[in-house]
């Protein structure tokens, strides 16, 4: 995930409320509100990427206990059941999919080729071996 990231700073605030649902199942209503600093895949800066999730998790002890009707229902996510909940792990994964696969500016260029080019030019092992060529024979 930090791959994906220009820089490692910024914040997000998050806002978690417990509540029962009629089904007697417990839910978590989510709230992340952030804004993450991500590398842009066409350029490699940095794009300023707005986060917002609202989110409705409800935790079923049995899958096959859903109706036709819950599991076509967008509203809220199901969860496993679990005596203990990891939240950050649980906040991480809510983050991570709603981050862009693929982050990219609308609008900017690929990074300046010709100069990529003469970097790896002067480090390459070839070059080096030129070099070490040079030096054998004088
Ligand atoms: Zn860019």
């Known amino acids: 995930m930090l791959d994906a990231l220009a820089e490692a700073g910024g914040a997000v ?39 917002q999730v609202r989110n409705l998790l409800e935790f079923v002890g049995d899958e096959s206990r859903l109706t036709q009707e819950e599991i076509e229902d967008d509203s809220r996510d199901f969860l496993p059941w679990k005596k203990e909940i990891d939240v950050v792990a649980l906040l991480e994964d809510e983050i991570i999919l709603a981050l862009p696969p693929v982050p990219r500016h609308e609008q900017c260029d690929f990074p300046d080729l010709k100069y990529a080019a003469d970097v790896n030019m002067k480090s390459s092992p070839f070059s080096m071996l030129r070099e070490l060529k040079g030096k054998i024979t004088q």
């Open 13 to 51: 605030s998050y806002w978690i409320e417990g509540r029962i649902s009629e089904r007697e199942r417990p839910r978590l209503l989510l709230r992340l509100d952030g804004v993450f600093s991500l590398r842009c895949q066409r350029c490699l800066g940095s794009v300023a990427y707005p986060l």
